[in-house]
């Protein structure tokens, strides 16, 4: 059981907040509604996705108040609780590719891990910036055109439609494309909360002298280059592309990684 | 020396790469993101800003789908079950810009709430409470204009001499955005032509009309106002009416020189003589 415990919480939490957008229009809900662009919590406190938040500005248009206040409360919860986990604890499209890369990993898919000259990982935060061009440009929020996230959870509220064939694309670009193609390289959302990640506070803590070397917290990281202290130096993981999902807690047979929670105010060794 | 040549080169080499990927994602993006909200053809929710500006507000969170569809007068009478709602998301398919609201008279139309539901919800300024607002600050529907509702007379059957009021009678505003001519039918010599007439100063475009047009292909639907309605041009003015008069007040003559013109004005050209 120890080594699915924040696998099983992350799902609990990711079903368990789709449906309670489902409810709100299915059956008039009012705990949490709208959609992760904008929201409404218990029908009054608005929560806005910073990044769409940055897009619709970028095309000119002044916002409702409501918003901005919305993406300053995600902003502060993300800064607290660890940017991307965002993506592990609350994206469906993280079910997805989640699904993919263990897929791959039965179909040994990644035997040989090729590197992809023109993927790199810091893609993203390049489609981060040209996204916010792109909707100054066309005046439009670029990437909602084709976020595959949104385009997910709008689905199961709303119904999917053609949009189904952007989250199967995903799925195989992940199975059989780029691993963690899409998390991992493109996705410009994971990429704005990889930067609030980068201070936030509750993140993962190594014990170098507990740990065995025995790399399968690297093999299940889907962001494994977050871990290079690992059997080195008894620090935290302070990458924000860490997604603070948990996985390589689980899967470390030795407690030597564990939550924890930034010091800013102890000097970082 | 010769390695960190090779190091720049490669150097330069990615950087181009990179600088070569991004310009031309960008060019893809910006194509594909300007082909999608081409679409003209939509009714949004009341309230809703102009729709340029709709397509860069719009946040695309469903709040206003979610009133609409969970308001109270959208049980089913009979099942007590909720309908359908009005507005719809925008979803892959649908050939409107995805994620954002817009409705199908046809499916299901606006039933214009006196509270709105709607249109508060919305956090982005999107739809714009104020103008759906009276002078007292209190929500007004009939003060939306969703689109306009056109008659095409050649389908309509009130236009062929049949009885059908079905729209007339559809309509929450009637007697003000439908009217009904009456003329002489002199084909039967005894019968009376019973016409719909819309009228755009009343009319919210809610689509409740061509919901219930009985043709086959409705005779009357609604479309967004900027394709249903024409613009006459400040050259023209009803001098007859003080109002319309008060819309060329500011308006400033402009001269234009030309070859011909330049020895004198039309006036003068006209009434020199050698016209005759
Ligand atoms: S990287 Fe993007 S798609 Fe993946 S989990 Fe994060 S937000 Fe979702
Ligand atoms: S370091 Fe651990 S918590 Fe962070 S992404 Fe990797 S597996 Fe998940
Ligand atoms: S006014 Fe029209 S769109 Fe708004 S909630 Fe009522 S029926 Fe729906
Ligand atoms: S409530 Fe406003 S921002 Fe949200 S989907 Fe409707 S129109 Fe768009
Ligand atoms: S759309 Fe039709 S039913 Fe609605 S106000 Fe206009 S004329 Fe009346």
Not at chain 1, 176 to 202: E, R, T
Not at chain 1, 210 to 215: G, I, L, P, V, Y
Not at chain 1, 255 to 266: C, G, H, P, T, V
Request: aromatic share 8%.
């Amino acid at each position: 059981m120890k080594n699915i415990k924040y696998l099983l919480l992350r799902r609990v939490t990711q079903i368990g907040i789709l449906l309670l957008y489902f409810g709100a229009n299915a059956y008039g809900w009012s705990i949490l509604s709208g959609t992760f662009g904008s929201s409404l919590l218990f029908g009054s406190v608005p929560l806005a996705d910073p990044y769409t938040t940055l897009q619709v500005l970028a095309t000119g248009f002044v916002l409702g108040s409501d918003v901005l206040l919305g993406a300053a409360i995600i902003t502060l919860f993300y800064f607290v609780v660890g940017g991307r986990a965002f993506c592990s604890w609350i994206c469906p499209i993280n079910m997805v590719t989640d699904l993919a890369n263990w897929l791959r990993r039965k179909l040994q898919l990644d035997k040989e891990q090729t590197t992809h000259r023109f993927l790199k990982r810091k893609a993203r935060y390049w489609i981060m910036v040209l996204g916010l061009i792109v909707s100054a440009v066309v005046g439009i929020a670029a990437f909602e055109v084709l976020s595959p996230i949104t385009i997910m959870q709008r689905g199961i509220i709303f119904g999917f439609g053609a949009g189904v064939s952007v989250v199967i694309a995903i799925f195989l670009f992940d199975l059989f494309g780029v691993k963690n193609g899409w998390c991992g390289h493109l996705c410009p959302l994971g990429a704005s909360y990889s930067l609030i990640g980068k201070a936030s506070l509750i993140r993962v803590d190594h014990d170098h002298e507990a740990c065995t070397n025995c790399m399968k917290c690297k093999v299940v990281c889907p962001e494994s280059h977050v871990l290079h202290m690992v059997n080195k130096e008894s620090i935290m993981v302070t990458d924000g592309e860490c997604t603070n999902c948990g996985r390589c807690i689980d899967v470390c047979g030795d407690d030597a990684l564990k939550f924890s929670i930034r010091n800013y105010l102890k000097k970082e060794q | 020396m010769a390695t960190s040549d090779n190091n720049r080169r490669k150097f330069i080499a990615t950087t181009l790469q990179s600088v070569g990927l991004t310009a031309l994602g960008g060019l893809l993006w910006s194509g594909y993101s300007d082909e999608v909200k081409a679409s003209a053809l939509v009714l949004r929710p009341p309230g809703a800003i102009k729709e340029e500006d709709f397509l860069k507000a719009c946040i695309k969170c469903g709040l206003c789908a979610e009133a609409c569809q969970n308001r109270e007068t959208n049980i089913d009478r009979h099942t007590g079950l909720s309908k359908a709602g009005t507005l719809q998301m925008a979803k892959g398919g649908d050939h409107q810009l995805i994620g954002t609201p817009f409705f199908v008279p046809t499916e299901v139309p606006c039933y214009m709430c006196e509270d709105i539901p709607c249109v508060p919800v919305c956090p982005s300024g999107a739809l714009d409470q104020l103008s759906v607002s009276n002078e007292a600050g209190e929500l007004d529907i009939n003060k939306s204009r969703m689109g306009l509702a056109v008659v095409h007379k050649e389908s309509c059957i009130a236009f062929w001499g049949i009885q059908c009021d079905a729209c007339y009678r559809a309509c929450p505003l009637l007697g003000e955005a439908i009217t009904i001519e009456m003329h002489r039918n002199e084909r039967t010599g005894k019968h009376t032509f019973m016409l719909p007439i819309v009228h755009d100063t009343v009319c919210t475009g809610c689509g409740l009309c061509e919901a219930a047009c009985v043709t086959e292909k409705p005779a009357i639907f609604v479309l967004p106002n900027e394709i249903a309605k024409g613009v006459a041009g400040d050259h023209y003015v009803k001098g007859w009416d003080k109002a319309d008069e008060a819309r060329i007040e500011n308006a400033k003559a402009e001269e234009t020189v030309t070859e011909l013109s330049k020895e004198g004005t039309a006036a003068g050209y006209l009434n020199s003589g050698d016209l005759y």
